[in-house]
């Protein structure tokens, strides 16, 4: 029996449209979207939920949430310009990064994204020059450091107090940084950000940073009598992969921190603040896998087994840089016992360009089709032409029907700019 996933054979898909494919179910994509609206935009008032695109910004992506009625995260000029080339709605639109150049905050501001948050004091310098230029007055939120660890990957940890995003805590620097957004005539200072961390499977992470942050929200307050009418907590919330739990409800994550800043702003006298989410993983994770064929295998006796595929870490680095792991099955063979394990070796220059180590499937042979699973969240977007090999297609499936959503890419395409 073959492996069907959203209601779509694999077998068919990988015949129709070659391998190494991306699929990913727009049908899970609008569930997540749609558990948001219930358990958080609806059920909380003055609350906002952005998509962060890292995860996977493409056109088709971008449309999805816009129609979904979700902001957009975007970290660079080419997610912004994706965005725009859509008319996703740029008052919806956040605007992160650690090293936003001049031109793609001239973008941001002639095209009036909602906010841009900011991550240090000679960035909000820049903004202030700029939005002064052109007569405008930029909505910002200041990313602040933590200094709270995450229980990640510490290359996808972002909170810790040497982190190299945002603004430290240090009052002299978090003051000045206040003062001079406030003192502006151009700036308008909602409130603060932080981000601390990502794949996160328990909420402790966040309420401890959030508990910081309303302390913080405090001393502003009366030290600097600086109102917060923004928060937003960031995203990380972590899926399903296979040394992972299942992916928890997005209630999990967001009842326990708007039942914190309730408490906290009441206590402390605050003003209930706006609160902003991010997920990126969380929505689109799940929604995706990746086909490949097999095609050599290695044996030798009291060794590894290695089976090759047609892709590798151009497709998805995450092995390699974060040692993450994969459930995987043969999609030609999904019913037929498992008896062998092999390791999925990619077809890269690269020792270290296994896939997945010791997977347990039936006997498998060349031709045979590989279904990697969890792979709708950081594969295509952080793809690559490492050994020339081209980036795959990406197809879409929605009510049991497919379409492809980003062409294949050819040799010509990846060498046409090059002299
Ligand atoms: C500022 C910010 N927001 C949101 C996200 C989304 O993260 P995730 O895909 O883990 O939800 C990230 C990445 O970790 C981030 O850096
Ligand atoms: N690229 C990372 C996530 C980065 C999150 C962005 N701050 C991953 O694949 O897990």
Redesign the pocket.
């Known amino acids: 029996m073959n492996y069907n996933f959203y209601g779509v054979d694999t077998v068919y898909l990988a015949k129709k449209y070659g391998t190494p494919l991306y699929v990913m179910s727009e049908d899970y994509i609008i569930e997540r979207c749609e558990e948001i609206k219930k358990d958080f935009l609806n059920k909380y008032e003055n609350t906002f939920a952005v998509y962060?695109g890292?995860?996977f910004n493409t056109k088709t992506m971008c449309r999805i949430i816009a129609k979904e009625g979700l902001g957009l995260?975007v970290v660079s000029g080419g997610e912004l310009f994706t965005a725009l080339s859509v008319n996703f709605p740029s008052q919806k639109i956040i605007f992160?990064g650690n090293n936003k150049s001049l031109d793609e905050l001239t973008l941001a501001i002639d095209n009036n994204v909602g906010r841009i948050v900011v991550d240090n004091i000679s960035e909000l310098e820049q903004i202030i020059e700029l939005s002064k230029l052109k007569s405008k007055i930029t909505k910002i939120l200041f990313r602040i450091t933590p200094g709270v660890d995450s229980h990640t990957h510490s290359y996808?940890s972002?909170g810790d107090i040497n982190s190299k995003f945002g603004i430290s805590l240090n009052e002299e620097i978090l003051y000045k940084a206040i003062k001079i957004a406030t003192d502006s005539e151009f700036i308008n200072l909602a409130g603060f950000h932080f981000?601390v961390g990502?794949?996160l499977d328990n909420n402790d992470s966040h309420l401890k940073a959030t508990t910081i942050l309303l302390n913080t929200m405090q001393k502003a307050k009366n030290d600097l009598n600086f109102t917060t009418k923004e928060l937003n907590v960031?995203?990380?919330?972590g899926i399903k992969y296979a040394d992972s739990n299942n992916r928890k409800n997005i209630s999990y994550f967001t009842d326990a921190i708007m039942e914190l800043i309730k408490t906290g702003t009441n206590d402390k006298n605050l003003d209930m603040p706006l609160v902003i989410i991010?997920?990126?993983?969380?929505i689109v994770g799940e929604s995706g896998i990746t086909i490949y064929e097999i095609g050599n295998i290695k044996n030798a006796p009291g060794l590894s087994t290695y089976a090759g595929i047609n892709g590798g870490m151009p497709d998805n680095p995450r092995p390699a840089l974060y040692q993450a792991k994969y459930e995987a099955l043969i999609a030609n063979k999904s019913n037929i016992e498992k008896n062998e394990i092999v390791t999925i070796a990619g077809k890269c220059c690269e020792s270290g360009d296994i896939l997945i180590k010791d997977l347990e499937v039936p006997q498998v042979k060349k031709g045979d089709l590989l279904v990697v699973k969890s792979t709708g969240?950081y594969n295509y977007s952080m793809s690559n032409n490492y050994n020339k090999l081209p980036i795959p297609a990406v197809v879409m499936i929605k009510n049991g029907e497919d379409r492809i959503i980003v062409k294949r890419q050819s040799y010509e395409e990846m060498i046409n700019r090059e002299i």
């Open positions: 962060a890292k995860a995260d992160h996808i972002t981000h990502s794949q960031g995203g990380g919330f991010e997920p990126g993983r969380w969240a």
